[in-house]
């Protein structure tokens, strides 16, 4: 017996002609994830791709989890691949499943046959396991309806697979099948929740983060590191790029208004973010913003940062309350980290009564003190670049 | 090369430590408890070690216990001396600017019914012997006082609370973490009179996961843990011989405290002198504080600022206190001191290793600092 990952496509099968290159962008996925594991072998047939370790004693727990978090999967299935021989199924099965089986109180059997040439049909497959089951678990009853476990056993061209429940996939899109974005990332509860948000509808990410030692200390740094490894984790690799941001943030303190300097902020902010990202091939710009948080997050404020953005700026957060975010920053386990006491660069210099309405035309009159193209390409030529795993 | 001035937080081990940890690793890793003659060289090292700590503190080597370090040490004495009367009384009595593991498990113990007396800080960082008195009846059978404040330094009057249990006529036992005083003060628990002592290996230069509690002779307590009879089952599991061993020897290598002392002081006092040329500069630490701690503040500078700045120039100190994560320092908030000054506070701590050199180097670094952010 070996085993195997079956998974069953969601909205990729949606996606007509588009499917093929979406099911080979999976595929990709699915290996460099599962390769510090084992090298795996990948068959597809009927909306279903066949995952097969070729390491016959790899941690199938540990594979178990990390296609939980690969986008672009609804749900699969930790299956046994057995001959396709009646008796071997019939054998089999009951023993593979022997935990769950003497957990539940009511179970059903199913069976799909795509192999017709096998000689028994599916309700010929049903009727037998179902008996044995029954034989040797005498406490389980049969609920067809709203059974707690369901045992399936699927003939297919090379192996029976035999297995229970499915297991509920991370769901969205291949990472990558979307194209790219850069996440603006400052170290808390709400970037990194954004840019697993985007990852999830199949974007691949880069990462910008502002430094600004020594008003930021390393372990401002080593916190975005983390936090971006959790989001990895389901995205694939991230480039990040960490931007020196001391020299602007004192030329802005030094030049422009008080009440404005996070507005003003901000906005270098996106044209910093908008260079690297065009080199980077990146479509958009990913903030954790939502409107009304804070003073610069009002819809005033929104509306002048943008217009310093040169690309789209995704806000998939823009519509919900803290409490959803930090529940999907637990989810993600990436809440724990995000609370860590570090300063970063958004909390430097933060003006006592900030500007909640700013208008766009005082804004630009009140950046004019500064050397903007200066700054930026100064700012730029400072990146540091590190690859996130 | 890089000036660590942050001895409070720890210390670097010295090279006799790295060669007693090392040595016991490659030869001495028998289970000291086991028969044969491996477990029997291992117990030689064992009580060995336990016997130049004693030595070092002034007491028996059989009222030594080695424990993992200071938060263990402290949690052990503190809830086993209150397990052991709590049908004596119900009171505990210590100072409001106690470490963070000592406050804890005493907030632990206020949890579960006991009455938790925290004696206030004044301006210097200290409790006043009147309080103490007035605060320990009959019904008290915990006095908890640091020997010295790890924020600011300031000394405290531990040896006045053996006077107060025997004024009430209390059942107290008397408790004194010890880990920034030993080895740097002349301290013995005798002129302390204490009951129970907490010590830690890493603050003298030793490594980290080495400690020792001193419970005087005749004196029961409660273990935390239970298991073996390793300390007498007063702290069951075999013991971590290396650090053990890495402790004793650093204890060993310490300088005779009196002159060391007079050293420190002299650098302590170089290093005030010469801050006092910087415009605006606060001095939080108390004028008779153990010398190897000096708390200051630049005004107008947040200290993690100011301890990035530095850090980026190879040199190393704490804002306010190393261990309050974030927090506001307790200590200093119980002095008194204004918000813009606790914010700005920095520790700098000493060390048997520190030179003239080194103060000159953080002199400047502040200086620096202080032009950088306050330009």
């Known amino acids: ?389 | 090369m890089l000036i660590y001035l942050d001895n409070s937080a720890t210390t670097a081990p010295c090279p006799e430590a790295m060669e007693a940890v090392t040595h016991a690793l490659e030869d001495t890793w028998g289970n000291p408890s086991s028969p044969h003659a491996a477990g029997i060289k291992a117990e030689a090292l064992l009580e060995n070690s336990r016997r130049t700590i004693a030595e070092k503190l002034g007491c028996s080597s059989d009222e030594i216990y080695f424990t993992s370090g200071g938060t263990e040490g402290n949690n052990l004495l503190i809830s086993g001396a209150v397990k052991a009367r709590q049908r004596q009384g119900r009171r505990i009595v210590a100072t409001a600017v106690e470490h963070p593991s000592v406050e804890a498990p005493l907030r632990q113990l206020e949890n579960d019914g006991f009455e938790l007396v925290l004696l206030p800080a004044d301006s210097e960082g200290k409790i006043s012997e009147k309080d103490l008195f007035e605060s320990v009846n009959k019904d008290t059978i915990l006095i908890s006082i640091m020997a010295v404040n790890n924020e600011v330094g300031s000394f405290q009057p531990v040896s006045a609370a053996k006077k107060a249990v025997v004024a009430a006529g209390a059942p107290a036992l008397v408790h004194c973490d010890a880990v920034q005083a030993f080895g740097k003060i002349p301290f013995n628990p005798h002129s302390a009179g204490a009951d129970l002592i907490t010590l830690s290996a890493h603050k003298i230069h030793g490594p980290k996961g080495a400690g020792a509690v001193f419970v005087k002779s005749g004196v029961h307590i409660t273990p935390l843990t239970f298991g073996g009879n390793q300390e007498k089952a007063l702290r069951p599991g075999t013991q971590l011989m290396p650090a053990i061993a890495g402790f004793a020897a650093a204890a060993k290598a310490l300088p005779d405290t009196g002159k060391e002392l007079v050293r420190i002081s002299g650098l302590r006092d170089y290093f005030l002198n010469e801050l006092f040329r910087m415009p605006n500069i606060a001095v939080n630490s108390p004028k008779d504080s153990l010398a190897y701690i000096v708390n200051i503040s630049v005004p107008g500078v947040l200290a993690a600022h100011m301890v990035n700045f530095l850090s980026e120039r190879g040199i190393y100190i704490s804002g306010g206190s190393a261990c309050s994560g974030g927090k506001k320092s307790r200590t200093l908030t119980a002095m008194g001191l204004k918000d813009e000054i606790i914010k700005s506070a920095l520790r700098i701590s000493f060390s048997r290793f520190t030179r003239k050199e080194d103060i000159d180097r953080l002199l400047q670094g502040l200086t620096d600092g202080q032009k950088r952010f306050l330009h």
């Open chain 1, 1 to 389: 017996m070996k085993e195997v990952i079956l998974i069953k496509n969601g909205e990729l099968s949606l996606k007509g002609l588009n499917r093929r290159s979406f099911e080979d962008m999976l595929t990709a996925n699915l290996r460099r994830r599962l390769s510090p594991l084992s090298p795996f072998n990948f068959y597809r047939s009927q909306s279903t791709i066949t995952a097969e370790p070729l390491d016959e004693n790899v941690d199938f727990d540990a594979v178990v989890q990390r296609v939980g978090k690969v986008f672009g999967i609804a749900a699969f299935s930790r299956a046994a691949a057995v001959e396709k021989d009646f008796s071997v199924i019939l054998d089999f099965a009951p023993r593979y499943l022997e935990n769950s089986l003497k957990e539940a109180s009511t179970f059903k059997v199913e069976a799909k046959r795509s192999d017709k040439k096998f000689p028994y049909n599916s309700p010929q497959i049903c009727a037998a396991l179902g008996e044995r089951i029954l034989n040797e678990f005498p406490h389980l009853k049969v609920d067809v309806r709203q059974p707690e476990l369901t045992v399936t056993v699927e003939v297919r061209d090379r192996y029976a697979f035999i297995h229970e429940n499915q297991i509920k996939g991370a769901g969205g899109l291949p990472a990558g099948s979307s194209g790219k974005a850069a996440l603006l990332i400052s170290g808390g509860i709400d970037s990194p929740v954004a840019g697993w948000m985007m990852a999830k509808r199949g974007l691949k990410l880069t990462g910008i983060h502002f430094a600004s030692p020594p008003y930021t200390s390393p372990r401002a740094e080593q916190k975005v590191h983390a936090l971006l490894g959790k989001v990895a984790e389901y995205s694939g690799n991230i480039t990040l790029f960490t931007v020196p941001f001391t020299v602007i943030q004192e030329e802005i303190q030094d030049n422009c208004p008080e009440s404005l300097f996070t507005i003003i902020m901000r906005r270098m902010m996106m044209r910093i973010s908008s260079v690297i990202a065009a080199q980077e091939d990146c479509g958009a710009l990913i903030t954790g913003e939502s409107v009304g948080q804070v003073a610069s997050q009002t819809l005033q404020a929104l509306a002048c940062t943008d217009d310093a953005a040169s690309l789209p700026v995704f806000r998939p957060l823009i519509g919900m309350d803290k409490d959803d975010v930090v529940s999907i920053s637990r989810q993600i386990e990436t809440f724990d980290i995000s609370v860590l006491p570090y300063d970063d660069c958004c909390t430097v210099f933060t003006p006592k009564h900030p500007r909640i309405k700013p208008k766009l035309e005082s804004v630009i009159r009140a950046e004019s003190g500064l050397e903007t193209d200066a700054l930026l390409e100064e700012a730029v030529k400072g990146v540091k670049v590190d690859i996130i795993k």
